[in-house]
């Protein structure tokens, strides 16, 4: 197994001594170098970060990234503002926030109590020197920045810069790395020549580097290829016990040892396996032969079946689902006597907020006793598992519910434009061209032993594109505090009805006025002497302007044959004003503008399905103005077309985690055309 295969994707921390200069007590921030080229010891030998733009993955880092506090995710007290590479250095601005914590340690960075900044990184790819135990890493990705208390990389800092080599006094530096007048540099130490035993001595040194790298590769290897059988569960727990295998330095044996007592549960199960003991503790029974105590997850957890084990369901999981559905059901999403009752069986009916979340501090194993509710609600938004955010977080639990609403409100939202128009997919944002699916050539008599033509559809296409729309959504620590059910429910639910509307806004707009102008003819939509399918002089529906108007649809033709399309209206749209009328007429056995007593039959009665909508009462002509359908899965009127078919809103996490809350986008993706005039027919009503 290559170094590469042994160390890409893992998460470490690079240190470095700073010293206060340009601090802000205003705005708060205090500029900074973040990393530096200087060599950094590690396990396998010297670690050397590549400082170029190609190296460092910055994507997470372009609208900043957190501040935190001994690399603590529940502990932020700022954010890191203009991030960029400069002289071969990580730089960046640092922000402090207005929390007790914050101000707290921006005070002792001011002051020079706290002189140690340090950053998480992920590494993804890196490179052995040829003969050395020296590796360069040549593609990584910053996550965090932290204020902390142990100094590694001492070439960094906040305005400052240290020589790499030689034995000469600090040289302070601006953030424009100026050195500040005063300083001076001294001759490096003189350079000692060994003998020939040392010279050997160093080379059996590094001979034996070497061994133990090679050694502590296979041993890596090995733990891998026993966590990947088959029979071992896909599971945080077995994610973090392979963790804790390969980082804490655990014999093969001693790993094979545990994971057959876990997967045999031949032990209590603890809250979280990680804060069992502390790494220093570790560390030294590892160099002593000895393993870690290991807690084991609960035996009725698991059932063996023919000789494999099952994983039964995760504490976590049923915490998550019996929190998901009793805060749906406090917050009126859902409301049914079945939903009640599996709420009250996942036992969190009537629990508050900041009840839940010191619950689920708690099951992850997360001291609560001194913590104030604040801080529950800041350690259970922030916290992440070992193998990363899962859905049973707590941050999850609640946008699950706050996704939840915002689907009900989608789905209860008194639109109309879904009745008569026709649903698409689109795979991106591009501008797409669509064929007219009734122009296509009719089927021709086959002659014995003749060939059989091609049809094809007229060359005639509407253009389409994807538009995004969307809102931000923020989930605060105040939300958790105040049980503010109305932020968890209420809002995202109005949100959603606002997402389903913003499509009928936009599809009601194509039926104003005369429409918009059509690709295939440069004609307007709605065009009396050419399309005849705009009457300028009418009045609200009747039997007889039904008449003209059903005739007039029926005789469009065929745009490759010229032949009647025959088309059969299915909707009678018409603005509220004029929704009585049309209901009226659709119901009557007899006309209803005939004379009492010779009352002819009525032609029209159920025949059309009545669609009314407040938007057309607003629009040119509104309140007198109606309309004629045609079926949009057979003739071509309006479409409106979705993010690969998803006709729903979303909701995605914004990455924007201050130490206040997380930032939501809730958003919808779609495209309105209208394709063809010649299964629309529109009425202006206005008799002028």
Not at 103 to 116: K, T
Request: hydrophobic content about 40%; charged content about 25%.
């Amino acid at each position: 197994m290559t170094a590469t295969q042994d160390l890409a994707g893992q998460r470490f921390e690079r240190l470095a001594v700073l010293e206060l200069r340009e601090a802000n007590a205003d705005a708060r921030t205090v500029p900074a170098a973040l990393s530096s080229e200087a060599p950094v010891k590690r396990p396998w030998g010297e670690e050397i970060l590549v400082h170029t733009a190609d190296a460092i993955d910055l994507t997470r880092a372009a609208d900043s990234l957190p501040l935190l506090w001994n690399h603590d995710a529940g502990t932020p007290i700022g954010r890191i503002e203009n991030i960029r590479i400069k002289d071969g250095r990580l730089r960046g601005m640092l922000r402090f926030s207005k929390n007790p914590k914050a101000e707290e340690v921006f005070q002792d960075v001011r002051e020079g109590f706290l002189r140690d900044i340090s950053i998480g990184y992920q590494i993804n790819k890196w490179e052995e020197e040829t003969n050395s135990d020296t590796v360069r890493v040549t593609e990584w990705e910053l996550l965090e920045g932290s204020v902390v208390t142990v100094p590694a990389d001492r070439t960094v800092g906040i305005n400052r810069s240290l020589p790499t080599t030689g034995h000469r006094p600090e040289v302070i530096m601006s953030d424009d790395t100026t050195p500040v007048a005063g300083t001076q540099e001294v001759s490096s130490a003189p350079v000692v020549d060994i003998g020939a035993t040392k010279r050997a001595h160093v080379l059996a040194k590094k001979a034996g580097a070497a061994e133990a790298i090679a050694g502590e590769r296979q041993r890596i290897a090995d733990i891998h290829e026993l966590f990947d059988l088959g029979i071992v569960p896909r599971t945080d727990f077995y994610a973090g016990l392979r963790a804790r295998a390969v980082d804490e330095g655990w014999p093969l044996d001693g790993a094979r040892n545990i994971l057959m007592q876990a997967m045999s549960g031949e032990a209590e199960p603890a809250a979280d396996w990680n804060t069992v003991t502390d790494t220093a503790a570790v560390r030294v029974a590892t160099h002593q032969g000895q393993l870690p105590p290991v807690v084991l997850p609960d035996r009725g957890q698991r059932q063996r079946l023919g000789g494999a084990i099952q994983q039964g369901t995760d504490e976590r999981d049923k915490f998550a689902d019996g929190v998901t559905h009793g805060l749906l059901v406090r917050a009126g999403v859902l409301e049914g006597r079945e939903d009640i009752a599996k709420a009250r069986e996942g036992g969190v009916v009537g629990k508050s907020l900041r009840t839940l979340s010191g619950d689920f501090c708690r099951m992850v194993g997360i001291a609560t006793a001194s913590l104030s509710d604040e801080d529950l609600a800041g350690r259970a938004l922030s916290y992440r598992t070992a193998s990363g955010q899962t859905t049973s977080d707590f941050t999850n639990i609640l946008a699950n519910v706050a996704n939840k609403a915002l689907l009900r409100g989608w789905d209860e939202a008194p639109e109309t434009w879904n009745v008569w128009t026709r649903r698409g997919t689109l795979p991106d944002f591009k501008r797409a061209e669509i064929s007219g699916i009734s122009g296509f050539t009719g089927l021709d008599e086959v002659p014995e032993d003749g060939d059989i033509s091609y049809g094809k559809f007229t060359d005639r296409k509407e253009t389409i594109q994807l538009v995004s729309y969307g809102k931000k959504y923020r989930m605060s620590r105040k939300l958790i505090i105040n049980d503010d059910l109305n932020a968890l429910g209420t809002v995202p639910r109005a949100m959603g009805r606002a997402a389903n509307r913003k499509v009928g806004d936009i599809v009601y707009a194509v039926l104003d006025g005369t429409g918009p102008t059509l690709n295939q003819d440069s004609l307007a939509l709605f065009h009396t002497a050419t399309h005849k399918n705009y009457v300028v002089a009418a009045t609200a529906p009747t039997v007889a302007t039904l008449n003209t108007a059903e005739t007039a649809m029926a005789l469009q033709t065929d745009p490759n044959t010229g032949e009647a399309l025959n088309i059969k209206p299915r909707y009678l749209l018409a603005p509220v004003t004029l929704g009585n009328t049309a209901r009226v007429l659709m119901a009557a056995t007899y006309d209803p503008a005939g004379t009492a007593g010779t009352l002819p039959p009525n032609p029209f009665s159920g025949r059309y399905e009545v669609v009314t909508d407040a938007r057309l009462d607003g629009q040119t002509y509104g309140t007198l103005a109606w309309y004629l359908l045609a079926d949009p899965n057979i003739f071509d009127t309006v479409e409106v077309s979705f993010l690969n078919g998803m006709a729903e809103p979303y909701m995605r996490e914004n990455q924007e985690w201050d130490g206040q809350g997380i930032s939501y986008m809730i958003g919808v993706d779609f495209g309105v055309a209208a394709l063809d005039w010649r299964g629309m027919h529109k009425y202006k009503g206005n008799g002028s």
